[in-house]
Nanobody, 127 residues
């Protein structure tokens, strides 16, 4: 079992920044491929960013490239999502996810590839 707890969400004006954190427990953190997804009201959950177990490789949705940065600190068992230049379209519940079987340098971008999910944290960007 893996437990994931997100934090750092909130209300911010357009153009502002937030940093989300996701703390993991239950398995060796360096064995987990990690990702961030989001779900806006009335929409399906969508991929935002992912990072390989090694931290060497990352992947981003086109809509957030150049604005968001995913990183991980294996010693702190935490993955981060730094979000800059936020837009109202970024408003959603953001979820952290973990995969147990990814390769060392592989990133995963499909929802169904992830085994565990956090409870989500709300991000609201006002115009």
């Amino acid at each position: 079992q893996v437990q994931l707890v997100e934090s750092g969400g909130g209300l911010v004006q357009a153009g502002g920044s937030l940093r989300l954190s996701c703390a993991a427990s239950g398995r060796t953190f360096s064995s987990l491929t990690m990702g961030w997804f989001r779900q806006a009201p009335g929409k399906e959950r969508e991929f935002v960013a992912a990072i390989a177990r090694s931290g060497r490789n990352t992947n981003y949705a086109e809509s957030v490239k150049g604005r968001f940065t995913i990183s991980r600190d294996n010693a702190k068992r935490t993955v981060y999502l730094q979000m800059n230049s936020l837009k109202p379209d970024d408003t959603a519940v953001y979820y952290c996810a973990a995969n147990l079987s990814g390769g060392l340098h592989f990133v995963l971008i499909v929802t169904s590839q992830y085994d565990y999910w956090g409870q989500g944290t709300q991000v609201t960007v006002s115009a």
